[in-house]
C-alpha cells in the first residue's frame, strides 16, 4: 500500500526547537482517519503515528508528520454544519464572544479554518468577515454571505494581502495542534489583531485526552498536542497573553483561552488561570498515580534498574506526590 507522502521526521520540537526528544508511544500505521472514502475500492493512505515529548517544555507531539495538502482535501470527511451539536456550540460560542468584546458596524473578524463557515454565518451582515480554509473551495456556496473566503492555509502575508485589515476578532477552532510552527501562527495572529482584540483558541487539551482516553484525537492531522501550562508560556513569548478560559466537552473536552495583547486594556483573570494551571498539575498527578500511564515512560532498554541503599525505605511514588500537592496547596 502506498503510503502518506511523508513530509518530514521531527528532528526538533516544534515549540522550543529543542533537538532532546523522547520516544512515548506508537499506536503504529494506521490510515488517515480524516478521509471518508466514497467506496470500498477509493485508497486511503495510511502513516504511523507515533508520539515523542520534548524534553525541554514537555510539548508532546507526531514524530511523523504528512503532507497536509493530502490530509486538508478531498474526500476530508468533517463538515461543521452536519453535526447539530457543533452547530449549537458555534451558537454559544458567539454569546460568549459577545460578553466579552462589542462588534461594531464595519469591524472586521477572521476565523481560521473556517470550514463551512458554520461560525461566521451567525454574524450580523455590516461586519466584514473573512473566513480562511484551504477546504472553502470545497464548501463554496456556504460562504455567499461572507466578505472574503480565502482558501488557503493562514499565515499573515495570505490574510493581509486580500483584506489590507486588522480584526477586532480572530478564532480558531480545533486546528492549533495542526501547526508545524505555532510560534509563527501566534506571531501572525497578533499581527493581524487591533489593539483592542480578542483571539480565541480552543482545542481538545492534553489533560482531558488523557483523562477521558480521547484516543480518537491522536490522528495525523494533528500534529501536536497542547497543555494549558504549554499555550499559556507560547501566548506569553508571541506577545500575547490569556485573560480568561473555560471549560467545555466539546470533541470530548476542550478548553476555550480568550487571548489578547500583552499591552491591551482588558481585564486579566490571573486567578482562574493560576487555578487551571494547578489543577492540570494535580489531576496529571492523579492519572500517573491512579493509571498505568507510568508503565509508558519505562526506558526502552530497561535500564532504570533498582538501587539498594542503606537509608531508610521510601515509597518515592507516595513521598513525590505528597510533596507536590503539598507543594501546589500551599
Ligand atoms: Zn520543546
Not at 511523508?6 to 520516544?23: F, G
Not at 507526531?62 to 447539530?84: A, D, M, P, Q, V
Not at 538501587?307 to 503539598?326: C, M
Request: overall charge positive.
Amino acid at each position: 500500500m502506498k503510503k502518506l507522502n511523508k513530509k518530514k521526521i521531527l528532528k526538533e520540537c516544534r515549540n522550543c526547537k529543542s533537538k532532546l526528544l523522547t520516544k512515548l508511544f506508537s499506536l503504529g500505521n494506521l490510515a488517515s482517519s480524516g478521509k471518508f472514502a466514497k467506496n470500498k475500492k477509493t485508497h486511503i493512505q495510511r502513516g504511523n503515528i507515533i508520539l515523542m515529548m520534548c524534553k525541554k517544555c514537555s510539548l508532546i507531539q507526531l514524530k511523523e508528520s504528512y503532507n497536509k495538502n493530502y490530509l486538508f482535501n478531498k474526500g476530508y470527511g468533517y463538515r461543521t454544519g452536519i453535526n447539530i451539536m457543533m452547530i449549537n456550540h458555534m451558537k454559544k460560542l458567539k454569546k460568549d464572544i459577545e460578553e466579552k468584546i462589542e462588534l461594531k458596524k464595519n469591524d472586521a473578524i477572521l476565523d481560521i479554518a473556517s470550514n463551512d463557515a458554520t461560525f461566521l454565518n451567525q454574524f450580523n451582515k455590516n461586519l466584514f468577515k473573512v473566513g480562511i480554509d484551504p477546504l472553502i473551495i470545497h464548501f463554496k456556496k456556504y460562504y455567499k454571505f461572507i466578505d472574503k473566503p480565502i482558501s488557503n492555509f493562514f499565515s499573515y502575508e495570505n490574510v493581509f494581502e486580500k483584506t489590507k485589515k486588522k480584526f477586532k476578532l480572530i478564532t480558531a477552532f480545533s486546528v492549533f495542534y495542526d501547526l508545524e510552527d505555532p510560534n509563527s501562527f501566534l506571531n501572525d495572529v497578533k499581527n493581524l489583531l487591533t489593539d483592542d482584540g480578542i483571539f480565541l483558541l480552543e482545542q481538545a487539551d492534553l489533560l482531558s485526552i488523557i483523562k477521558l482516553n480521547m484516543f480518537d484525537t491522536l490522528c495525523h492531522e494533528h500534529v501536536a498536542y497542547y497543555s494549558t501550562k504549554i499555550i499559556s508560556e507560547m501566548a506569553n513569548h508571541n506577545g500575547l497573553q490569556i485573560f480568561d478560559l473555560k471549560k467545555n466537552k466539546t470533541n470530548g473536552g476542550s478548553i476555550q483561552y480568550f487571548i489578547c495583547k500583552k499591552n491591551a486594556k482588558i481585564k486579566i483573570n490571573k486567578n482562574k488561570l493560576k487555578n487551571f494551571l494547578k489543577e492540570e498539575i494535580l489531576e496529571t498527578f492523579d492519572i500517573c498515580w491512579s493509571d498505568n500511564v507510568k508503565a509508558r515512560c519505562i526506558s526502552e532498554k530497561q535500564d532504570n534498574l533498582y538501587r539498594k541503599n542503606n537509608n531508610p525505605k521510601v515509597r518515592s511514588q507516595f513521598a513525590l506526590y505528597a510533596y507536590y500537592k503539598n507543594k501546589l496547596e500551599n
